[in-house]
């Protein structure tokens, strides 16, 4: 079993909709959450990371983090056919083998215009 | 903008050759890691380094995988012999971590196609 995991998808919606992205993890140890951002043919980049539980927002997007339920969330309010990506959470501890960053398989989301 | 820069782009190779991909990591960040990318398994976590000395390498096949950073402004991954089911897409990213999140930039990527 994959210490991330994250429904691939794919994840189509029409323009406008709220977008629930979501992954469960098994390491408690996991202390910082973060979602990155997959375009095609290009390599993921940071939208936004939060620490322990409770949520972030960052203009249309949201994180969530519940760690009693080990389980994370980005929403994503009118969405845009712009935001057609693939989305990877990604988390790491800071005990350990601090610092070492874990990514879901990531979930492809389509906006139709 | 500062960027993580990976050599080369694109290959395609035979089986059994060698492949080196090279990373060059962003000025001042002390992280530098390895991910191989395919559709099947996402991204998966091949090395790590701080400070150039590796923490982790257990997602690489040892036998035939190899990582390294000769200095602070060079990441090399390697394998030898290549498979074709080592065709993925593999990329290095770069990071400044100290307690708190790892946060990180990734390069383009290096395409590789074994044949």
């Known amino acids: 079993q994959k210490e991330v995991e994250q429904d691939p998808g794919p994840l189509s919606v029409p323009e406008g909709a709220i977008v629930s992205l979501n992954c469960t993890y098994s390491?408690?140890?996991?202390?910082?959450f973060m979602w990155y951002r997959q375009y095609s043919r290009k390599g993921p980049e940071l939208l936004m990371y939060?620490?322990?539980?409770g949520n972030k927002e960052d203009g249309r997007f949201t994180a969530q983090v519940d760690k009693s339920s080990k389980y994370i969330s980005l929403f994503i309010r009118d969405s845009q056919p712009s935001d057609s990506a693939t989305y990877l959470c990604?988390?790491?501890?800071?005990?350990?083998?601090?610092?070492?960053?874990?990514f879901g398989q990531g979930t492809t989301l389509q906006v139709k215009p | 903008d500062a960027r993580v820069t990976q050599t080369p782009r694109h290959k395609v190779t035979e089986m059994g050759q060698e492949v080196t991909m090279r990373c060059q990591p962003i000025?001042?960040?002390?992280?530098v890691f390895w991910y191989r990318q395919t559709m099947m398994q996402g991204l998966e976590l091949l090395a790590y380094?701080?400070?150039?000395?590796?923490?982790?390498d257990s997602g690489m096949p040892k036998d035939r995988f190899s990582a390294e950073m000769p200095d602070a402004t060079l990441a090399t991954l390697k394998i030898q012999p290549s498979e074709p089911r080592d065709s993925a897409v593999y990329f290095c990213?770069?990071?400044?971590?100290?307690?708190?999140?790892?946060?990180?930039?990734f390069g383009a990527g290096s395409r590789l196609t074994v044949l």
């Open positions: 380094f701080r400070n150039r000395a590796p923490l982790d």
């Open positions: 939060t620490y322990s539980s």
């Open positions: 990604a988390m790491n501890g800071v005990s350990g083998n601090t610092g070492k960053l874990i």
């Open positions: 990213a770069s990071g400044l971590y100290t307690s708190g999140a790892n946060v990180l930039t």
């Open positions: 390491n408690s140890a996991f202390q910082y």
């Open positions: 000025l001042g960040h002390n992280t």
